[in-house]
Structures are given as C-alpha cells and as structure tokens.
C-alpha cells in the first residue's frame, strides 16, 4: 500500500530501479514538503502573516496536484513536472521576497527547487545547491534580525532532510549499481566461460561427427559419401583438363564364408588386413574407399593408360591372395574387380560408379579372382539380371525348370553309384539358363524353398520309376540350399514326400555345403540328425573351400565328402592341389567316409585319383549332366 503510494501507482520492473527510487524520492519530497508547508502556513496565520500563510497554503496545495499529476503521468514522465516545480519555486521565491521586504521566511521554498533540480540536474547540482541554500539561510539569520528564528528552523528541517533523502538515494543507488555491474560482470565471466566449453564440446561434437559421416567406422577409410563427393569433385576436373579417370570396384570372394565359419570378429579383421595390403599396393595419389561390407572402391586420376589399370588390378588381385594368418587359421581370400573408366564408358559420375560395380560383378561370374573392365553389354545384363528374378517365380508355376542328372561312377567297377539332380531354367526366350545363374538370386528372393522343393519331388519321382522299371540308379543326390535347412518344416515335407512319392529314404542323399552347415551349426547338426534318422545319408558338397574344422566333421551325422571341383582340374600337376586332395581323402578315411571327387575330366585325373584311394568319380570324363530320358538309356545299357 505505501509502496503503491510513494511510487505513484507505477509498478516497476526488476531493472527500473533507478525510475522507481526517482519516482518514490519525488513523491516524498513532495509530500514532506506539503506537509511542512501547510504546517508553517498555519504558523504564520497565528502571527497574522496571511498573504505568506495563503502561499504557503497554496504551496501545500500545489504538492497534492503534483502528486496527483506523478500519478496520471506515463511511467518516466516525472521530468516536465520537475520543470514545472522547479519554475513555480523559483517564482514563489521571488515573489516572497517581494511581499515581505526581504525577509527570507522562504525557507522551504528553497526545498521546493532542490528537489526538480535534482532530478533534472542530478545529485551534484542539487546537493551543492542545498548546502548553499543553507549557509544563505544562516548568513541571512545572522545579518537580518528581523527574521524570526523559529521560521527559519522550520525552513531548514526540510532542506536538511532533502539533503539526506538525496544522499541516502545516491548511496543506495550506487551501492545497486555495483552489486548490479558485479553480477552483471559474474554473469557476464560465466557466460563467456559456457560459450567457451560450449562451443569446444560443439566443435569437437561437429569434427567427430564430420570424421564419422566421412569415414568408415571399422578400417577408418573414406566412407561411401565421401568417396561421391571425390568422383564428382574429380570427374568435374578432368572435364576441363580431358584426362581419363579410373574406378576400381573390389569386392572379396566367398568373404561370407568366413564370416559364418569363423564369426564377424575375425571378418572384421579379415576386412582391416585387406584394407591395408590395398592401402600398400596402391599409390599415394590414389583414393580408396570402402563402401561397407567386403566392398572396396580405388578413383585412380593419374595413369598413361589403360595397362597401368590392368597392372595396378593384377598386382591387388595377388596382394589380396596372400594367405592371411589370424589366431593360427589360415585364410585364403580372392577378391573380383571391375573397372569403368571416366569419361570414356560414361560421362556421367553417378553411372562412373555404377559401370565398375556391373563390370565387378562380371568379374564374379568369370569365375572370380579377376578383373573385368565395363563394356556397355553389361548394363543390359544388369538388366536382365532383375527380369530374371521376377519371372522366376512364374517359370516355377509354368513349369520352366527341368532336372538333369549326372551320374556318380565307381571307377573300379565302372558301375553307376548314384545320381546328382541339378536344375535348369528351360527359359521361353533364353534357353537353357545355368543354375549358377538364378540360384543366387533364387537364394536371394527366398525362392530357393519353392525351387529346392520342386526338384526334390520331380526327383524322387523319376528316381520312383527308374527303380520300378528294374533300373539300378543308385542314390538321387539332392542339392539343399541353407535355408532350406533353417526350415522348422523341413523334416516333415521331406517325410511326407518320401510318402507321396513312394521314394526309399535310403535311396536319397542331401548334399550340403560346408558353409551353409556352419552358418547356423547347431540347428544344422540337429536338422541333418533327424534326416539321418529317416535313412537318408548326408554328402558335404564342395569340400575343402569352406573352413570347416575337424572336430565338427566328427560331430556331423555325415556318410559322404565331395571334393570340389577347384581341386581336381589342376592335379596331378599342382603339388598344392594334390595334396589338398590326398590330405582329404586321408581325411574321409580316418572319419570312416565315403569320398567322392567331382568335375574329373580326364583320365590322368581319374588315374590319380584311383592311386590315392578315391575310386569315386563325378565328371565330364563319365557323363555330363543330362535329362532324364538320356539317362534312362544309360541305365538301360547297364
Ligand atoms: P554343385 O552342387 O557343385 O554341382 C556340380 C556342378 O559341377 C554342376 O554344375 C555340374 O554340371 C558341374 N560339373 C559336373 N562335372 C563337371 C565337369 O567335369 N566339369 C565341369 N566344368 N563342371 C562339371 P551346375 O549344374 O551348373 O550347377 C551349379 C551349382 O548350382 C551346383 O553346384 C549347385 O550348387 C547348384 N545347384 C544345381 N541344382 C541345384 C538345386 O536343385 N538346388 C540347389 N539348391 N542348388 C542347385
Ligand atoms: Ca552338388
Ligand atoms: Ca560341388
């Protein structure tokens, strides 16, 4: 309430000090002096001074309007009315004088012009004014008798007690001044000194995260972004200088194998050596990347032409080939590359990088562990390579895919010992189109179940009539994907089959490969157990280019290994090979194994072989793969 009061009605902000200690001192002042004032106007009625009472009177009034105007003013409005104070005082004064010859009963008044004064003026004027005012007052009481003392106490009580309100204003609003510019600098200091940390905690956060949008985050290579950013920045220079620049597309062979035979922590380690051998077989010059995965991508700018890629190319192929040694395992990893050339196969540098990946996958299908430069029939195949994968699934409504069988063969007797199915796709526009091509995109798309099945009954079928005929095809093997093996069903659709069919278990063999049994060990042994129960026997297909380890062959229910292909072409003339093959062999003997070895294609081979102890052949040299009426004539021979 009295707050409200002396600040004339104004509510003021935190940072309005100043106005608000102006406003109270003003409205005080006013309100002290109408006070004295009408007290001294009363006095001089009682000493019958009534034109000095009337003024003195008119004095108190004038303080209430003026504290009534604070009042009505806008906020910060107090200066006119300074004005108005300061020039009415003066006028007052003066005319005082006048009426009452000289005799300084105007005391007061002099409070009346210290106060606008100083808020117009500021502490200092006002402050010297008042002390001024008061040794006048006293020199004149002392000179002029006629002045009553009495009168010119009541002038001083006000004038003194100006000078104190004044002075205990400033000293308050200095004392907040400082504590306000002491905070201000505290606050200031703290500001400043969580900008700093700040803005070192952002710039590290901002190069930490710079680094990982442009790196990969296991080799610490170039990442894929900043490999785009490097082709295009690159690609925009060699449109001005006209010289050719080259991708090389790496990607690792087989490198799944490793990761399922062995776990992702070795892989990685794979993926880090194979990042260094590029690192040192490559040139300063050059940019390598790594696009995630077993993906490696090298933008070569400088070269004379097109034998220094070729070269470079072969001399990374063989880097990659050293054996790699990781806890006492030996790894071996091939890699297929392809390579586009700028601007020559294109000038556009989006497609750059896409014609090396088509022209690497090229190289995989050249049988790996080469490089292939782009030419443009590859996009058609890239092409053709999605149609494929959508029209398979109607070949397999429509019937496109047909069985072969190629004939396994004991080479002592010469006698047929079982049967492989392999599958073709009899395609309208095509032909015949190899397994090798739709198998991985079958295995891809998950049609590989549908597939896998489908040969597994038109097989059993004809293997159910050849033995009805009186024929002795021996066993049907069966190729099985992995994830048919992940199948919970799949037990249960190879019973009902056998039933449908009229197939003996003991007639079927499933053949498997090393890395699709260690992709998921422990649900493979627990699948090829309960086929075992059923009398089926079990082959390891393409044995020897997995890792699978010697103490898990033991715990495998396994009648059969098939030494790859990859093995037998170069032997005997590759000790390596050779000895791969006889170590095998050893291998399946000790296991207490059938053995087998397939792609023979001639007889030193086939001879070989025999010396070693592997009387078991599949292969060209016997019979190629063929459809079932071909077959049937061979059983009829026998
Ligand atoms: P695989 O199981 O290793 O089959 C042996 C492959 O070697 C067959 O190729 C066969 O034609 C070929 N081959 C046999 N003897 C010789 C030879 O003396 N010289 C040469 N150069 N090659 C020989 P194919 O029929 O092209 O099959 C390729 C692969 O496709 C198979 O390799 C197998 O992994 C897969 N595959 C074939 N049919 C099926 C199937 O019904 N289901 C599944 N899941 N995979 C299949
Ligand atoms: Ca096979
Ligand atoms: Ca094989």
Same mark, same amino acid.
């Given at each position: ?44 009625? #009682?000493?019958? *001074? *009534? ?16 504290? +009534? ?28 004088? *006048? ?13 009346? +012009? ?35 003392? #009495? ?6 009580? =006000? ?6 309100? +004044? ?82 597309? @790496? ?26 051998? !590029? ?43 050293? =054996?790699?040694? @990781? ?15 700028? %601007?020559?196969?294109? $000038? ?58 190629? %004939? ?31 198998? =991985? ?13 489908? $040969? ?19 066993? #049907? ?13 799949? $037990? ?19 053949? $498997? ?43 495998? %229910? ?34 207490? #194994? ?13 001879? *070989? ?17 063929? %459809? ?6 061979? +059983?009829?021979? !026998?």
């Amino acid at each position: 309430m009295l707050e409200n009061l002396l600040s004339s009605g104004f509510s003021f902000r935190e940072d309005e000090y100043e106005l608000k200690t102006k406003y109270i001192l003003f409205n005080s002042m006013l309100a002290i002096l109408g006070v004295t004032l009408g007290f001294m106007g009363t006095l001089r009625m #009682l000493t019958h *001074y *009534y034109t000095q009472g009337i003024i003195d009177y008119g004095a108190t009034l004038l303080s209430i309007l003026f504290i +009534l105007f604070l009042r009505k003013f806008g906020k910060g409005h107090y200066v006119p009315l300074a004005y108005a104070m300061a020039i009415s005082s003066v006028g007052v004064i003066v005319y005082s004088y *006048y009426i009452s010859n000289g005799i300084l009963n105007i005391n007061a008044w002099f409070t009346a +012009l210290v106060i606008p004064i100083f808020l117009i003026l500021g502490y200092r004027v006002a402050m010297y004014m008042a002390v001024s005012f008061m040794v006048v007052i006293a020199l004149f009481n002392i000179s002029l008798t006629e002045t009553d003392t #009495l009168n010119t106490l009541y002038g001083y009580v =006000p004038l003194f007690l100006s000078v104190l309100f +004044l002075h205990i204003y400033e000293i308050r609003f200095q004392q907040f001044a400082k504590l306000l510019t002491d905070a201000n600098t505290n606050l200031e200091k703290k500001v400043k000194e969580k900008t700093l940390e700040r803005t070192e905690v952002l710039e590290k956060q901002k190069n930490a995260l710079r680094y990982q949008a442009h790196h990969d985050y296991l080799t610490g290579l170039p990442n894929r972004v900043w490999f785009q950013k490097k082709v295009k920045e690159i690609t925009a220079k060699s449109n001005i200088s006209r010289n050719s620049t080259a991708i090389l597309f @790496i990607d690792l062979d087989n490198f799944k194998n490793i990761n399922d035979s062995f776990g992702h922590d070795i892989g990685d380690k794979v993926i880090n050596i194979t990042a260094s051998r !590029i690192k040192g077989c490559i040139r300063g010059d050059d940019f390598l990347a790594r696009f995630g995965g077993d993906e490696f991508v090298i933008l070569i700018d400088k070269f004379e032409g097109k034998n220094d890629i070729e070269s470079a190319a072969s001399h990374i192929i063989s880097c990659i080939s050293a =054996p790699i040694e @990781i806890e006492r395992k030996s790894m071996f990893v091939s890699c297929s590359i392809g390579v586009s050339l700028y %601007p020559d196969d294109t $000038v556009s540098h989006q497609d750059f990088i896409k014609y090396a990946d088509t022209a690497m996958y090229k190289a995989k299908e050249r049988g790996r562990n080469n490089y292939q430069f782009y030419s443009t029939d590859m996009t058609e195949l890239a092409f053709e390579k999605i149609l494929m994968e959508t029209s398979m699934r109607f070949a397999l409504e429509k019937e496109e895919f047909v069985v072969h069988y190629q %004939p396994q063969i004991d080479c002592i007797t010469e006698q047929i010992i079982g049967i492989e199915a392999l599958v073709r796709w009899d395609h309208e526009s095509m032909g015949l189109i190899s397994p090798q091509t739709f198998i =991985p995109l079958a295995e891809e798309s998950g049609l590989i179940i549908a597939l896998d099945q489908w $040969v597994m009954k038109t097989g059993m079928t004809q293997l159910k009539t050849w033995y009805d005929k009186g024929y002795n095809p021996g066993r #049907l093997s069966l190729n099985l994907s992995a994830k048919q093996l992940q199948e919970k069903t799949f $037990v249960s659709t190879v019973k009902s089959m056998l039933k449908e069919t009229g197939c003996e278990a003991e007639w079927i063999e499933f053949e $498997v490969t090393e890395s699709n049994i260690m992709h998921n060990i422990q649900e493979a042994i627990n699948t090829l157990n309960a086929i075992r129960d059923l009398g089926i026997h079990v082959a390891i297909d393409d044995f020897g280019t997995g890792y699978s380890s010697l103490s898990y062959l033991k715990k495998l %229910p396994v009648n059969k290994l098939k030494i790859d292909r990859s093995f037998i072409i170069d032997i005997p003339e590759n000790k390596e090979d050779a000895a791969i093959t006889n170590a095998i062999i050893a291998i399946a003997d000790s296991l207490n #194994l059938t053995v087998i070895a397939e792609g023979v294609e001639t007889k030193r081979q086939k001879n *070989y072989l025999l010396e070693n102890g592997c009387n078991y052949i599949q292969g060209y040299l016997y019979y190629r793969p063929m %459809p079932a009426d071909q077959i049937e004539r061979v +059983l009829q021979k !026998i």
